[in-house]
C-alpha cells in the first residue's frame, strides 16, 4: 500500500562527511562480488552492470506498478460493495496507524539487519495477506472487520520495509554512482506508477477489483524474488566507502561528529533536519487523507467519474512525477534549489485547491502539473540526505523521515472520510492547497533552506 503523494520531497542537512579510504584491503576486495558497489563513469545505463542494482531496480518497479493497480482496486472494492468514504478512511487508518509505528522499528531493525533481509521477509508476508485479501474479494462482499484484520500487519511490514528501501541503494552504491542511482529509481517508479494508473481501471473493469488484487499480490512475489537473488550486498559509507554488510564502516576524520554521533546527537545538531522533519508533519497531515479518501470519493461522487477516471487522475501524477525526476537531473547544478523547491511546493498547493474545479480532465491536468513541481527534486533531496548521513544511522534517520511524513496518516484518512462524508470531497482540496502554501511560505522564512 502507498500513497500517491509524499512530502518528503524537501531539502537535506550538510554534514561532514567521511574521508574517503585510498585502498581497499584484501579481504574487502574478496568480499566485493559481481553485485557489488564500485565507482562508474559514463553514465546512468552503466549501473545496470551492477547486479544486485538490475534485480532492485526490476524488482522495486514491478512492485511500484502493483501499488498503483491497487491504489484504485481497494477503494473500488469497497465502494462498490456497499461501504462509503468513511469505511474507506477506517480501512485506511487502520493500515496507517501500524505502518507508522513500525517504521522507526523498521529504521532500528535495517540498521542492525541487512535491509535486503527485512526487505525480504516483508514482502513475503504481504504477499501472503495480498493473496488472503484477494480471496476475500472473490467470495462477494468482504466485511469491515475483516479488511481491517489485513490492513493492521499490511501496515506494519509497510512501515518496516520502508526505511529499509531507503537505505537499499547506498548499501549497493558509491557516493559517485549515489545521485545517478535515486534518478533511476525514481524514474522507474514514476514510469510503474503512470502505466499501473493509467492501465488500473481497464484492469479493474476486466478482472474486478479481486482479480486485480490477486495481480498485486504477483507483484509481491516478483519482488521477493529479486532480493532473494542478491548477492554479496555491500554498505556504502556516506563518504562514498564500501564495506561487507558483516563489517562495520572504516575510521574516519571526523569520527566525533560523523562515525561516533549518536542518533539523537545528529538530530539535535541539524538544524535543516529539524526544520524538514515540521514541514513533513504538516504536509503530510492534509495530502493522505486527500489522495486515499477525498479524490476516489471527488470522482465516484461529484464527478460522477468512474474507475478509469480515477486511474486516468492517478496517471497524470505518474506522468508528471517522470517528467520532474528527468528535469531535476537537468537542474541539479544550477544554485538556489532551496528556492526552486519552495516555490515548486507553492505550485502544487494551487493545483491541489484547483483540483475539483474542471471535472476528470482538469484534475488530469492539476495532478500533472503538482506532480512535475514536487517530484522534480525528490531526487536531490533524498540523495543529499543519505550521502551525508553516518552510515551506521542511516536506517533510523530515514525511519524518522519517513515517520515524519507518513506517522500523521491514520488521522489523516480518518478525517478525511468523515470530512468527505458531512461536507462532501470537493471542500477538502482547496483547504489542502492552503494548508500547503502555508508550509511552504514558512520555508522560505528559513534560511537554512533558502541557501540550499
Given at each position: ?26 579481504a ?7 553485485g ?79 535491509p535486503?533481509?527485512?526487505m ?14 484477494a ?32 537505505a ?30 493509467a ?30 537473488l ?63 479518501v ?90 543529499a540526505?543519505q ?20 506517522g ?24 489542502a ?20
Amino acid at each position: 500500500m502507498s500513497t500517491s503523494f509524499h512530502p518528503e520531497e524537501l531539502a537535506p542537512a550538510s554534514t561532514p562527511e567521511r574521508v574517503k579510504q585510498t585502498g581497499k584491503s584484501d579481504a574487502q576486495r574478496g568480499s566485493m562480488e559481481a553485485g557489488a558497489a564500485k565507482p562508474r563513469a559514463g553514465g546512468m545505463t552503466q549501473l545496470f552492470k551492477n547486479r544486485n542494482f538490475t534485480l532492485l531496480f526490476g524488482g522495486q518497479t514491478i512492485s511500484t506498478f502493483g501499488d498503483a493497480l491497487y491504489m484504485v482496486a481497494l477503494p473500488w472494492l469497497i465502494l462498490t460493495t456497499g461501504g462509503n468514504a468513511q469505511e474507506l478512511g477506517m480501512v485506511l487508518s487502520a493500515y496507517g496507524v501500524p505502518r507508522a509505528l513500525c517504521m522507526l522499528a523498521g529504521g532500528w531493525l535495517s540498521d542492525r539487519l541487512r535491509p535486503r533481509r527485512l526487505m525480504l521477509l516483508a514482502d513475503t508476508l504481504r504477499l501472503l495477506l495480498m493473496g488472503v485479501l484477494a480471496v476475500l474479494a472473490f467470495g462477494g462482499h468482504p466485511l469491515l472487520w475483516q479488511l481491517c484484520a489485513i490492513a493492521v500487519p499490511l501496515g506494519a511490514l509497510a512501515g518496516a520495509f520502508t526505511p529499509a528501501s531507503m537505505a537499499m541503494v547506498p548499501a549497493l552504491l558509491g557516493k559517485d554512482d549515489l545521485p545517478a542511482g535515486n534518478g533511476l529509481m525514481m524514474a522507474s517508479m514514476q514510469g510503474a506508477n503512470l502505466i499501473g494508473s493509467a492501465v488500473a481501471g481497464v484492469i479493474v473493469a476486466g478482472l474486478t477489483s479481486a482479480g486485480t488484487l490477486a495481480l498485486d499480490a504477483v507483484t509481491f512475489l516478483v519482488s521477493a524474488g529479486s532480493l532473494a537473488l542478491m548477492r554479496g550486498t555491500t554498505h556504502a559509507t556516506p563518504g562514498g566507502n564500501q564495506t561487507d554488510a558483516g563489517q562495520q564502516p572504516p575510521p574516519a576524520s571526523t569520527q566525533e561528529v560523523g562515525a561516533q554521533i549518536s542518533f539523537w546527537g545528529y538530530l539535535g545538531t541539524s538544524r535543516l533536519i529539524q526544520i524538514t522533519l515540521l514541514m513533513f508533519i504538516a504536509s503530510s497531515l492534509v495530502t493522505g487523507g486527500l489522495i486515499e479518501v477525498a479524490l476516489p470519493a471527488l470522482v465516484q461522487g461529484p464527478m460522477h467519474g468512474s474507475a478509469s477516471g480515477l486511474g486516468f487522475i492517478l496517471a497524470g501524477w505518474g506522468a508528471g512525477a517522470l517528467i520532474g525526476s528527468i528535469l531535476a537531473g537537468m537542474l541539479g547544478k544550477r544554485k538556489s534549489k532551496g528556492l526552486m523547491i519552495l516555490l515548486g511546493g507553492l505550485i502544487m498547493a494551487v493545483m491541489f485547491a484547483l483540483l475539483p474545479v474542471g471535472g476528470v480532465p482538469g484534475a488530469v491536468g492539476c495532478m500533472l502539473l503538482a506532480a512535475i513541481a514536487s517530484s522534480g527534486f525528490s531526487v536531490l533531496f533524498f540523495t543529499a540526505v543519505q550521502m551525508n548521513i553516518p552510515g551506521h544511522l542511516m536506517g533510523r534517520v530515514m525511519g524518522l523521515l519517513m515517520f515524519s511524513s507518513l506517522g500523521l496518516y491514520p488521522i489523516s484518512t480518518a478525517l478525511a472520510g468523515v470530512f468527505a462524508n458531512q461536507f462532501g470531497p470537493a471542500i477538502l482540496f482547496p483547504f489542502a492547497g492552503l494548508v500547503l502554501a502555508v508550509v511552504m511560505l514558512f520555508g522560505m522564512t528559513q534560511k537554512v533552506l533558502r541557501e540550499l
